[in-house]
């Protein structure tokens, strides 16, 4: 129930027991949401949240923004607060201090500005000196936090950093940074436009680095600087994203032989029709490279060839890929290399998510039966198509039924696919003749999910007597 707020809230009011063990699993839940999307939640509740919050304030910030005309909406609670509430945040994230400010103050306020800011000092003065078990920060504010007092112990104890420079001031943040934080094991870093020295000191300095986010400009300058330090890290780094492509693959790449996890997304440039990726140097360095622990490839808008030279370049041990392209970049000929690749060296593979042409099945059918055949450990396929036609699956699930598929429990398909009811029912049919597993059928159409499984006796007999 971890993430199940309601049945959380349910355990509240069973008895003091379980209310003592609810509480900080769900307070633990809401730290999380509020840093991932706080308008998840109605303007009242967020409210009812930030009014227990208020009442973590000293008294000296208390009198400081009364003295400023900062009126709090401090509901009277019965008696004093059983929970130190502060202290089961694990995950801080600007964006709901942000939108906490936003709320207290009037937008017709004549000192508007004034009184955000001072209200903003005092709750990051709170988080600094009450929320102890933060793993989570994300540094994406104007303020100048690393001067604040407690804020050297609080971010010394971070474990995961996301700073994003488009409001933060850089240089003399990042300076800061790199001598108070050295525990971090997943760092994130877009829209960086300090010097990249501080920047590879940070990344030099933590202790045990295990995951690394870049999303800067395509400046080759900035990679040069950093790659002293994320060489320095190579031996500890698991993880690693690159966003979007460069033009020039950056070197530290062929260091980063430890990596279990890659994900290398190029969608900035495809959406904005300007990519200026030389691919010859990328299929070039890429000859060079080896990721032979490599266990997860996540791509979005890459040549097929350049999937494929990662693939063949890691150690037979992939066992999830998750591959997207655009449709202007599809083409038959270019999926059969990755798809021929895939079968080939990812015989372990667990997980399968990319993009099928439904109207080209045909097409691939011996390298669809191929990836059948030889990943025979495969549990899950997510197949995704951006051109519709009536109907385009039959052909898939001849293929899927004809293979040695044993482990197969999920196939997912999004709304440009679809299936005649005879095709369907003679796949359901065929697929419990050989004794398989029941397989759900996920179905993803408009943001919404439909699901079904091959067990349903109802879909069976509707086949039958149709």
């Known amino acids: 129930m971890e993430e199940d707020p309601a049945s959380l809230h349910s355990c509240i009011l069973v008895n003091i027991t379980w209310c003592k063990i609810a509480i900080p699993i769900l307070w633990k839940y809401m730290s999380y949401v509020c840093t991932k999307n706080h308008f998840n939640y109605e303007e009242e509740s967020r409210k009812k949240l930030y009014n227990i919050i208020f009442h973590f304030l000293s008294h000296d910030s208390k009198d400081l923004l009364s003295r400023n005309n900062i009126i709090l909406p401090l509901n009277e609670l019965p008696g004093e607060l059983l929970f130190n509430y502060m202290n089961y945040f ?250 021929a690749s895939i079968s080939t060296h990812c015989l372990k593979l667990i997980e399968l998510t990319m993009d099928i042409n439904s109207i080209n099945v045909s097409e691939l059918a011996a390298e669809l039966a191929a990836i059948f055949s030889n990943c025979t450990q495969l549990e899950k396929i997510y197949f995704t198509s951006k051109v519709k036609t009536l109907p385009n699956g039959d052909e898939l699930l001849r293929i899927m039924s004809n293979s040695s598929l044993e482990n197969l429990k999920d196939f997912s398909f999004n709304d440009k696919w679809n299936f005649s009811l005879e095709g369907l029912g003679k796949f359901l049919k065929s697929w419990r003749s050989k004794k398989k597993p029941p397989i759900r059928f996920t179905h993803y159409y408009d943001g919404m999910t439909y699901r079904w499984t091959t067990d349903h006796e109802e879909l069976v007999e509707n086949y039958e007597s149709n």
């Open 90 to 339: 694990t995950h801080i994230n600007p964006f709901w201090i942000e939108d906490m400010t936003q709320l207290m103050i009037n937008r017709n306020n004549v000192e508007r500005k004034k009184k955000l800011k001072l209200l903003k000092d005092e709750i990051f003065k709170l988080i600094f000196s009450k929320c102890t078990n933060v793993k989570y920060f994300c540094l994406n504010s104007e303020l100048e936090l690393c001067t604040y007092e407690n804020a050297v112990p609080f971010l010394s104890n971070i474990s995961s950093l996301n700073v994003d420079f488009i409001k933060s001031r850089t240089t003399y943040t990042f300076k800061i940074l790199s001598n108070i934080c050295q525990n971090i094991k997943e760092l994130e870093i877009k829209d960086c436009n300090v010097d990249c020295k501080y920047l590879a000191s940070l990344i030099k300095n933590q202790k045990n680095l295990q995951s690394l986010y870049l999303c800067f400009d395509n400046t080759e300058d900035k990679y040069n600087l950093l790659n002293y330090g994320i060489v320095k890290k190579s031996h500890t780094i698991i993880k690693f994203t690159l966003q979007p492509l460069l033009n020039f693959p950056p070197k530290f790449l062929l260091k980063l032989r430890n990596l279990t996890e890659l994900n290398i997304h190029n969608e900035y440039y495809d959406y904005l029709n300007e990519n200026t990726v030389n691919w010859k140097n990328w299929e070039d360095f890429l000859t060079m490279a080896s990721f032979p622990v490599l266990t997860r490839l996540k791509t979005s808008y890459l040549p097929c060839k350049i999937e494929s030279l990662i693939i063949a370049n890691s150690g037979g041990g992939i066992l999830e890929i998750e591959s997207r392209h655009s449709l202007d970049s599809y083409c038959p000929t270019n999926s059969k290399i990755l798809i």
